[in-house]
């Protein structure tokens, strides 16, 4: 097979993954994006001279063997169902579809493709997660009961940079985000090492105003908590995309002999501990170290971004497309829509006082049925529908007219 011929959706996020591909010896052959300014700035970031197009089907024109879904976060469906109709492997960022009722369109236009999909989750490639993932797999923890997974990113109080960058218009899906959507870092690393599955979801929302002065941010929630029950009758807490305490991505995950976890605030260090009369022989009852990456690609790895983890998941990627092979669970299709339902549900959980809610057998074309009308949604599309639900656990909650003409006054060049 010659060199593949990857195109990229989305200037931002997807020019970061783009350089991983053109590691691995890809060739990246065009870009779609309808923001020039952005296209412009992304070209000269990748630092290749590849065509623009502001339509996604003249894109598919170039006829990529493969496509980069990094378009905004809850627009990534429709474009996967395009591909899978020519029969294009798709690389789909976070999160794979943002209503229940895409999750049976994907599905359905998948099953009748021979495309590959690939959920791009990369936290469970960070080297602590590897590494937990390794301990798991080996059998000295026993039967896995309960595990914690936080992935938390607060900003600095009126951060301009971010809002220009990131969350450059008042629709924009990051103003609007509910903490329960942005999943898949915090639940992704703890399935990957399991091997557990989310079956009931249930969660309950920090509510704490932010008090910046110029935003269009429409959450004013600080976290979401959330508890699944799993298919295993293990038990899992993840908390979305959080903004409390410290800057963190924090791992736990226990056993009946003993538990393992990253330690937050000490590098790549694990903390492997074992009940005392439990400890496996050659190891000590608390084991406090720095893995190591074991990897034939660790000059390349510690070039990519988010802890080597772009770089480890686009060679997955094509690792699957190059052996005509599905990928691993849980960055499958069907993992992939199984954690955007712990998503959502856990969201409408949260509108409704905690209320538990059961994921749907996406592989059950009865239940399918059921999901079809089930368009409910927080975010604004680029199609012109507009929310559904409210976004925030507050239903009262309002931005103040100061605060967003802060925020247009930010916006101008």
């Keep these: 097979m010659g060199k593949l011929r990857i195109g990229i959706m989305g200037a931002g996020r997807g020019i970061d993954l783009a350089k991983n591909f053109l590691l691995l010896d890809c060739e990246v052959v065009a870009l779609c994006e309808k923001d020039k300014k952005r296209a412009v700035a992304g070209i000269e970031k990748l630092g290749i001279e590849i065509p623009v197009f502001e339509d996604f089907d003249e894109f598919l024109e170039q006829k990529p063997d493969a496509v980069v879904l990094a378009n905004f976060f809850h627009e990534h469906t429709p474009f996967a169902v395009k591909c899978f109709e020519k029969n294009i492997h798709v690389f789909c960022e976070c999160i794979s579809n943002s209503t229940l009722a895409e999750g049976v369109e994907l599905l359905r236009a998948y099953e009748k493709s021979d495309s590959i999909y690939m959920l791009a989750e990369n936290y469970p490639q960070m080297i602590f997660n590897r590494e937990m993932q390794k301990i798991c797999r080996e059998g000295s923890l026993g039967k896995f009961l309960y595990a914690e997974g936080e992935y938390n990113h607060p900003l600095e109080p009126n951060c301009i940079d971010f809002s220009r960058a990131c969350a450059y218009f008042i629709e924009h899906w990051r ?6 959507y942005y999943v898949t870092h915090s639940l992704a690393p703890l399935m990957c090492a399991t091997g557990a599955t989310p079956k009931r979801v249930s969660a309950t929302a920090v509510f704490a105003p932010f008090d910046d002065k110029a935003t269009a941010r429409q959450v004013a929630d600080r976290a979401a908590i959330i ?4 298919d295993d009758n293990s038990v899992f807490r993840i908390t979305g995309c959080s903004a409390f305490g410290a800057h963190h ?4 995950i226990c056993g009946i002999n003993g538990q393992v976890e990253n330690i937050p605030g000490m590098g790549e ?5 074992y009940n005392e009369w439990s400890v496996p022989e050659g190891m000590e009852e608390n084991n406090l170290y720095d893995p190591d990456w074991n990897d034939k690609d660790e000059d390349f790895i510690k070039q990519s971004g988010h802890g080597g983890g772009d770089y480890i998941t686009a060679r997955m990627f094509l690792d699957c497309v190059r052996e005509k092979k599905q990928p691993p669970f849980p960055f499958d299709v069907y993992s992939a829509v199984n954690m955007a339902a712990v998503a959502i549900l856990a969201h409408r959980s949260i509108l409704n006082d905690g209320k538990a809610f059961y994921i749907p057998d996406y592989r059950d074309e009865e239940t399918r049925k059921k999901l079809e009308e089930d368009t409910l949604s927080p975010f604004y599309y680029s199609d012109g529908r507009r929310p559904t639900i409210p976004c925030c656990s507050n239903i009262d909650y309002k ?3 100061e605060q967003i003409d802060g925020y247009l006054e930010l916006m101008k060049d």
């Design 175 to 180: 103003n609007v985000l509910p903490r329960s």
């Design 227 to 230: 508890t699944t029950l799993n």
């Design 249 to 252: 991505n924090r791992y736990r």
């Design 269 to 273: 260090k694990v903390m492997l501990r």
């Design 399 to 401: 931005l103040t007219q």
